[in-house]
């Protein structure tokens, strides 16, 4: 893509008070297109987001929105729609009385007010509870409306953090259509996520953040063919959780636990099928048998997991 960048984050640093949180982060965004900003609790999302909605001043380094400062520009903080992790909308109102308060504060002007709240609403699919308060509202509907009252006032760039906390599933691919809907309208995304598969099927590029710097960048399938190679993910899953006999058969097969599901096992490898009908028959053999082997490409999961541990981008 050739146009200019929307976002330009250029050598920020931040600290609060003597812990230095952000240690000189470059990014930069162009309009239609999805970054996700990855990484560990503590990591420095918030504070990135923060420093690029102008909340903080960077102590060094500079962030410019569609040029222009937006700790020190109004019209630049205008440019820019925010979408908190916690639903920030008056439970009390209908989605349609919340977007016209957000419109307000958002200074569109009065009589544009009614075109600007139904655009929201069609772009966040919520204009069939238009006229329902958000305390009624089941949480895929509230998450939709609160990027609707983020984008009432037309942003280039909207900022999710955490979009997906506390999301089943359904409703986290009514966001992802409406995320997808929106970068193809030209608007640029910025999302901070846990949800390395989320991120993976949604972004057009992704970024690790560690301990306050940026390590790796890139769109997703390139660095997991840089890092992998033709290396397959094995994923062994049993009926049941192993004991500690079977635990230590799992180590030595270089099976590591999963981090979500005590069950389920991985591990890579670049002789990934035939790999797997020889592991199965191991464990057969030696009483654990699993419920399902899968062989599948590997994952942005795969390569946080080398990124958290340090076996890449140092
Ligand atoms: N208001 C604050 N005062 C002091 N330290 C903070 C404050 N907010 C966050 N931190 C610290 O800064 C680091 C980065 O936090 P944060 O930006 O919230 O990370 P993330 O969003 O990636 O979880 C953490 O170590 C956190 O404890
Ligand atoms: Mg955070």
New binding site residues.
Partial sequence: MTTSPILTVAGVVHA??D?T?LHGVDLSLSPGEIYALL??????????I?TICGRFRPDSGSVLLNGEDPARVHAARASLGLVPQEIALYAHLTVAENLAAFASLAQVPRKAVPAAVQRAMELTRTVDRAHVPVRHLSGGYQRRANIAAAIVHRPALLIL?EPTVGVDIDAREALDAVIRGLRDLGVAVLL?THDLEQAGALADRVGF?RE?SLVLEGQPRTLIAKAFGLQMEVLVEFSGEPDAAGEILLAAEGLVRTAHRAKLWTRLDADGYAAAGRLDKRLRKAGLVPREIRVREPSLQNLFSLVAERKLAA
């Fill in positions: 609060y008070g812990k949180v990484g560990p609790n503590g990591a420095g999302k918030t504070t990135l923060k953090d901070t953040l306050g």
